[in-house]
């Protein structure tokens, strides 16, 4: 059980990260961008990890134009690709030895049924086997910084998400997008409650943290690339984030909590604080039952071993 706690943490609280090297997935756009710009703004050393450069591009032209010095840097990924996947961890490798914190932050949400070429469905493929596969080839970067940490980002979604893995990737029934995403966000925890267990039984001192930013206003409900405006699903989105969004400043605290809180401890979870986890300042929170259930989460870590090819050294 988890006490009630009354901090209200800010970025304020963040701590100066000269001479850290941070990863940021989806780092062009919506909470991505917020961290960067944050933790830039930190002194720290940032990789922007993103599959379209020219937005990265646009993005690091605002940071710099608020902060001149910030230390960023754009690399191409494409989490739905594994072998993208590779050729990121390879280019950073290069000229990288260490990595204090990766935040798995970058999704896709509400797409239409896709079965990429490595023959997953986009959601659970950029959500979760794409990072599955970046965490685990970049581990031994991560052994190699002190106090180094996770951080995987969920949603209140994950409340009505399973695993089957009988259809993992939808190869046959009936596809619905809004379970899709809520499923891979579920893989998501299952991911990183598995990941700390094995963390700690292998006594390394990396750690793995869970957030969710709540309803954070971004282009992420409108970004399914199946909205159709006729039928006024966007003016349905828009209607929904004014009476019960916060705006990304806030969105972007559970993440950072999670990453520099000096009293996180592995497997937790961070949330608004409101008791429908929407808005507020990041809290210590419980996800639900199921998402906590270490047989399932254990029999999707060998799944997802299997099917990225990704063995893990833990």
Sequence with gaps: MVKKQKIKWTKDNIPDLKEKTIIVTGANSGLGFEITRVISGKNANVIMACRNIEKAEQARKIILKENSNASLEIM??????????????????????????????????????????????????????GHFALTGLLLDCLEKAKNSRVISVSSMGHRFGRINFKKLNYEKGIYNRIMAYSNCKIAVLYFAYELDHRLKKSEKSILSVAAHPGWTRTNLQTAGGEIDNSRGQIWFWNFLNNFFSQE???????????????????????????????????????????????????????????????????
């Design 248 to 314: 990304v400043e806030m969105g972007v605290l559970p993440q950072l909590r999670a990453a520099f809180d000096p009293n996180v401890k592995g497997g937790e979870y961070f949330s608004p604080e409101d008791f429908i986890h929407l808005k507020g300042y990041p809290i210590l929170k419980l996800s639900n039952k199921k998402s906590r259930n270490r047989r399932i989460a254990r029999k999707f870590w060998e799944v997802s071993e299997e099917l990225t090819g990704i063995k893990y050294n833990l």
């Design 76 to 129: 191409q990924i494409d989490l739905s690709k594994l072998s993208t996947v590779r050729d990121f961890v390879k280019k950073f490798k290069e000229k990288y030895d260490k990595l204090d914190i990766l935040f798995n932050n970058a999704g896709v949400m509400f797409v239409p049924k896709i079965i990429t070429e490595d023959g997953f469905e986009l959601h659970m493929a950029a959500n979760h086997f």
